[in-house]
Structure formats: structure tokens, C-alpha cells
């Protein structure tokens, strides 16, 4: 499958209580290792980029992630796998231009 053939998705990652700087570096590198083993398996998963959400008090409480793969599932298994939330998985739509 070319990379012109998968599919957008967008992922809400809440959490329950918010984390540091620190780990979300530390799921950050979780993430990058599972997104390796998945593609040594044949699966086709790319991370394209991820939007941090944060407080009043600036601590982080989730993100918003958008990935490229095959299909929704492989998604929600990179999240079991890397230990993340997936609040939410969709298809990526048209986005709205801004002002």
C-alpha cells in the first residue's frame, strides 16, 4: 500500500490527570518504538504530527494526534500497545480555513 493509499485519522488522547513534560516525552518514545515494531510487522502506520493540550495551569491533560494507516484498527492497536488513550479515532475530514 503507497503512502498516497492510507488513511488520516485523528486521535483524542484525554487524560485522566495531567502529565509533565517528562512523560510526555517518555510516551512519546513508547509511541516511536511500538510504530516500529507495527511496521516490522507489515502494518502501515505513520504519526504525521500532534497538538498539545494543556490547563489553566499549563499541564498537559491530552492530545490531539493525527496518524496515516491502513485501517482504524491498527490505530487503536498502536495505542494498546504504546499504552496510550485513544479517547477518539475518526477519519480526518476537510479541515476550516482560518481567519
Not at 516490522?40 to 491530552?62: H, Q
Request: glycine share 8%; hydrophobic share 30%.
Amino acid at each position: 500500500m503507497s503512502e498516497q493509499e492510507l488513511t488520516d485519522f485523528l486521535i483524542l488522547r484525554s487524560l485522566d490527570e495531567p502529565i509533565t513534560e517528562d512523560e510526555l516525552e517518555d510516551a512519546a518514545a513508547q509511541s516511536g518504538d511500538v510504530l516500529q515494531e507495527l511496521r516490522a510487522e507489515g502494518n502501515e502506520i505513520r504519526w504525521i504530527e500532534s497538538e498539545i493540550m494543556t490547563n489553566e495551569d499549563g499541564e498537559i491533560t491530552g492530545t490531539f494526534c493525527q496518524y496515516r494507516a491502513e485501517e482504524k484498527e491498527i490505530i487503536h492497536e498502536h495505542a494498546d500497545r504504546a499504552g496510550l488513550p485513544a479517547t477518539r479515532v475518526d477519519r480526518r475530514g476537510e479541515p476550516l480555513e482560518g481567519e
